[in-house]
């Protein structure tokens, strides 16, 4: 019953950002407002992660299965896309290094500031 429980939050929040999506007329997809949703509803403790953590869990464990409709869908649609293949090719490589950049710079900032404030409390 607790796992019923912690899907059902999780799907009223989806509901809700699907909810915000037909009402804002702005063109952000149903599920980014429905993950700010949570992210919010997390970070001001509205919402406690153990309230959802083994639905979570289990649905990160199980993300990669939900890309392959996706995956088929472009081999299906693979000739269409073909022309297009070198600029999908650049746009992936570049978007690719800078994420890796900037979690790259993320990551030493939030170390840097660890053992800045591990220092200080010595």
Do not use: K, W
Request: aromatic share 6%; proline share 6%.
């Amino acid at each position: 019953m607790n796992i019923l429980r912690q899907f059902s939050i999780i799907l009223l929040i989806s509901l809700v950002g699907e909810a915000l999506s037909a009402l804002i007329p702005l063109p952000i997809p149903a599920s980014i407002y429905g993950i700010a949703l949570l992210f919010l509803l997390l970070c001001t403790g509205a919402l406690r992660v153990e309230s959802i953590r083994e639905v979570s869990s289990f649905l990160i464990a199980i993300m990669p299965v939900m890309f392959i409709p996706a995956a088929v869908g472009l081999t299906e649609s693979f000739g269409l896309l073909l022309p297009a293949l070198p600029a999908y090719t650049v746009i992936t490589l570049v978007s690719t290094i800078a994420v890796m950049a900037v979690a790259g710079r993320a990551a030493q900032a939030v170390i840097r500031r660890a053992s800045g404030e591990e220092s200080r409390h010595e």
